[in-house]
């Protein structure tokens, strides 16, 4: 729907006639206007032809007479009015201007019916909306929960994710510093081996060393022995030839 023009205090005046009375000709329209002010005939003519040039007003010719009808339902236009009023009289408070309207003049029974079954109106919605909000909100809620809940989950899983390859990185210096390790065990073990070897080795050949030069040494003393042995028998023999030979 295009954007409606907005009607002058006085057009609005004439678009009343119409929504309360229906269908009325500009003779009618000039006889009920709501202000009772005294207006010439042309005045109010000029007021439908207005209202007719900004397509708020339908004009339909009966007979001889011309016959206008409104457009659009009073809460149409009624409503831009209305909050033009509402914020440049009161500052957009509602129940101000309530208040305002109530005491420039008495209410009818039956309007009175009809304000307090409009307010029961508001205060059913009211709820609704706010029944409707609080629905609404609990599942964003949940999701809001489930979200929380998974994000954990998932910094758990990325973190086990890493684990593993950490562990690998890590294994793989341990296992060549495991390797490092048994090969010098083995070098180690390999040297003393060859230590105990080497040593048992020496430890056979030093008793034979040890005999050899004990045989050695005992070699010398035995002939010592029998030279020692033979000198006297030398001697011996050497003083009897010595008394034979004198004897004679």
């Given at each position: 729907?295009?954007?409606?023009?907005?009607p002058?205090n006085?057009?609005?005046?004439?678009l009343s006639?119409?929504?309360?009375?229906?269908p009325?000709?500009?003779?009618?329209?000039?006889?009920?206007?709501?202000?009772?002010?005294?207006?010439?005939?042309t005045?109010?003519?000029s007021v439908m032809?207005?209202l007719?040039?900004?397509?708020?007003?339908?004009?339909?010719?009966i007979?001889?007479?011309?016959?206008?009808?409104?457009?659009?339902?009073?809460?149409?236009?009624v409503?831009?009015?209305?909050?033009?009023?509402l914020?440049n009289?009161?500052g957009g408070?509602?129940?101000?201007?309530?208040?305002?309207?109530?005491?420039?003049?008495?209410?009818t029974?039956?309007?009175?019916?009809?304000?307090?079954?409009e307010?029961?109106?508001?205060?059913?919605?009211?709820a609704?909306?706010?029944?409707?909000?609080?629905?609404?909100?609990?599942p964003?809620k949940k999701?809001?929960k489930?979200?929380?809940?998974?994000?954990?989950?998932?910094?758990?899983?990325?973190?086990a994710a890493?684990?593993?390859a950490?562990k690998a990185?890590?294994k793989?210096?341990?296992?060549k510093?495991?390797?490092?390790?048994?090969?010098?065990?083995?070098?180690k073990?390999?040297?003393?081996?060859?230590?105990?070897a080497?040593?048992?080795?020496?430890?056979k050949?030093?008793?034979?060393?040890?005999?050899?030069?004990?045989?050695a040494k005992?070699?010398?003393a035995?002939?010592?022995?029998?030279?020692?042995?033979?000198?006297p028998a030398?001697k011996?023999?050497k003083?009897?030839?010595?008394k034979?030979?004198?004897?004679?």
């Amino acid at each position: 729907m295009a954007r409606l023009s907005h009607p002058s205090n006085l057009e609005l005046q004439a678009l009343s006639v119409l929504w309360h009375e229906g269908p009325s000709t500009v003779a009618a329209i000039h006889e009920t206007m709501p202000d009772g002010k005294d207006r010439a005939y042309t005045t109010m003519l000029s007021v439908m032809q207005n209202l007719e040039r900004k397509n708020l007003v339908k004009r339909a010719r009966i007979g001889r007479a011309h016959v206008y009808q409104a457009a659009y339902s009073q809460e149409v236009i009624v409503q831009r009015a209305t909050h033009d009023f509402l914020t440049n009289a009161f500052g957009g408070r509602l129940g101000e201007a309530l208040l305002a309207i109530l005491s420039a003049g008495t209410l009818t029974p039956e309007e009175k019916t009809n304000i307090e079954r409009e307010l029961q109106r508001h205060k059913t919605m009211a709820a609704k909306k706010t029944a409707k909000k609080k629905v609404a909100a609990k599942p964003a809620k949940k999701a809001v929960k489930k979200v929380a809940k998974k994000a954990p989950a998932k910094k758990a899983a990325k973190k086990a994710a890493k684990a593993p390859a950490k562990k690998a990185v890590k294994k793989a210096p341990a296992k060549k510093a495991a390797k490092k390790a048994v090969k010098k065990k083995v070098a180690k073990s390999a040297k003393k081996a060859a230590k105990k070897a080497v040593k048992k080795t020496v430890a056979k050949k030093a008793p034979a060393k040890k005999a050899a030069k004990k045989a050695a040494k005992k070699a010398p003393a035995k002939k010592a022995a029998k030279v020692a042995k033979k000198a006297p028998a030398k001697k011996a023999a050497k003083k009897a030839a010595k008394k034979a030979a004198k004897k004679k």
